[in-house]
Structure formats: structure tokens, C-alpha cells
T-cell receptor, first 114, second 109 residues
């Protein structure tokens, strides 16, 4: 049972380059999320998708775009990478949105922007 | 003030010790409380889930919520080296969970 799968696991970008982080879940969950985790800052929500066809901004959306491709897949795009976007990015999913549905996380993408 | 505050540690204890991890939260509307465990270079995994006040026990782990003082605790009995990880508390805020910054725990054999 794969759960939440993120690709790539590691990436190094130069300032100004673009890239897309991919996420797929096989648990038939309705809601999906993108977080970033930085030392001393904890997990911060970038964007989420409550259900297929909807997306909403989280706490730190600037510099990012997302696409909910279908029920399984939720991608995060950096159009013009900046060093401040160096971080570990986690995708998560839950059965439903709302505050009583635990999150299931992938193992992260470690991104360095030079 | 962040809605969920957590002492980042690090915390180092000998094997077999009782560990107490704590968080405070500020939003009195929070009803759901969770603890996640995160091993190095892995994603967080759900450890405990509680609703409203009270205790919940699962093996060596006990989660405690005191809504009157807005205090969340996780107790680990008979701690093992395999418990070495970062522990994140989380509380429900509007649509999304709000996470604490995490406490790094090391259990020394």
C-alpha cells in the first residue's frame, strides 16, 4: 500500500528556474494538501484542495501554484524559484476536509534553490 | 502569537524513562487534537487523535487535553530508542490543522 507518493525526492534549482512537484495518493481520499517545513518554522500550509476541482490558498501561497489533476493527483508548481523557497515540501491527503480528518503525509521533496 | 506553541527541545532521556511532551494553544474553538511522529527524513505520521478534553491511551502512549488551560500533552511510558523522533502537536483551526513546531526527542540506550 503506497499511500502518498511524492516525486522527486530531491531537487536542486537555480534562482529563476521553474519546476513541478508531483503528488499522488491511492487511498481514495477527497482532500489533498501541500505543506513546507523549515527549521524553526514548523509545517506551514501552502495550498489545499478540499475536493477534486477546487483549490484554496493556505498560510504561505505566494510564489506557488497548484493543480488538482484528478482525485489522485495534486501538483505544486514553482514558476520562478527563489532561495527563500529552499525547504522540504510535504504532500498530504485526508478522507475529507475539515478539522476532524487526520492527514496522511508523503515522505517529502527536499528542494534547494541556489 | 502562533495558535499552537510547542517547546522545540531538544529533549534527551535515558531508555525506560517517562517522557512528557507539551503544547499550548490559543484558540478556544479548537476541538480536535492530534500528535504526529516524524522520523528523520520521513513525513509525519499520525500517532494519537483526541476530541475535546480528557485522556486517550494507546499502548505506551497517552494523550491528554485540558481545554480549561488550553494545554495538550503526550506521555510516553518505558521510552525506547525507537521513540527517538520529532513529535508534532496539531489542533484544528477553521478548515486546516495548525501544527506546533515540533519537539525533537532522543532516547539514549
Amino acid at each position: 500500500n503506497a499511500g502518498v507518493t511524492q516525486t522527486p525526492k530531491f531537487q536542486v534549482l537555480k534562482t529563476g528556474q521553474s519546476m513541478t512537484l508531483q503528488c499522488a495518493q491511492d487511498m481514495n481520499h477527497n482532500s489533498m494538501y501541500w505543506y513546507r517545513q523549515d527549521p524553526g518554522m514548523g509545517l506551514r500550509l501552502i495550498y489545499y484542495s478540499a475536493s477534486e476541482g477546487t483549490t484554496d490558498k493556505g498560510e504561505v501561497p505566494n510564489g506557488y501554484n497548484v493543480s488538482r489533476l484528478n482525485k489522485r493527483e495534486f501538483s505544486l508548481r514553482l514558476e520562478s524559484a527563489a532561495p527563500s523557497q529552499t525547504s522540504v515540501y510535504f504532500c498530504a491527503s485526508s478522507v475529507a476536509g475539515g478539522n476532524n480528518s487526520p492527514l496522511h503525509f508523503g515522505n517529502g521533496t527536499r528542494l534547494t534553490v541556489t | 502569537q502562533k495558535e499552537v506553541e510547542q517547546d522545540p527541545g531538544p529533549l534527551s532521556v535515558p531508555e525506560g524513562a517517562i517522557v512528557s511532551l507539551n503544547c499550548t494553544y490559543s484558540n478556544s474553538a479548537f476541538q480536535y487534537f492530534m500528535w504526529y511522529r516524524q522520523y528523520s527524513r520521513k513525513g509525519p505520521e499520525l500517532l494519537m487523535y483526541t476530541y475535546s478534553s480528557g485522556n486517550k491511551e494507546d499502548g505506551r502512549f497517552t494523550a491528554q487535553v485540558d481545554k480549561s488551560s488550553k494545554y495538550i500533552s503526550l506521555f510516553i511510558r518505558d521510552s525506547q530508542p525507537s521513540d527517538s523522533a520529532t513529535y508534532l502537536c496539531a489542533s484544528a483551526g477553521s478548515y486546516q490543522l495548525t501544527f506546533g513546531k515540533g519537539t525533537k526527542l532522543s532516547v539514549i540506550p
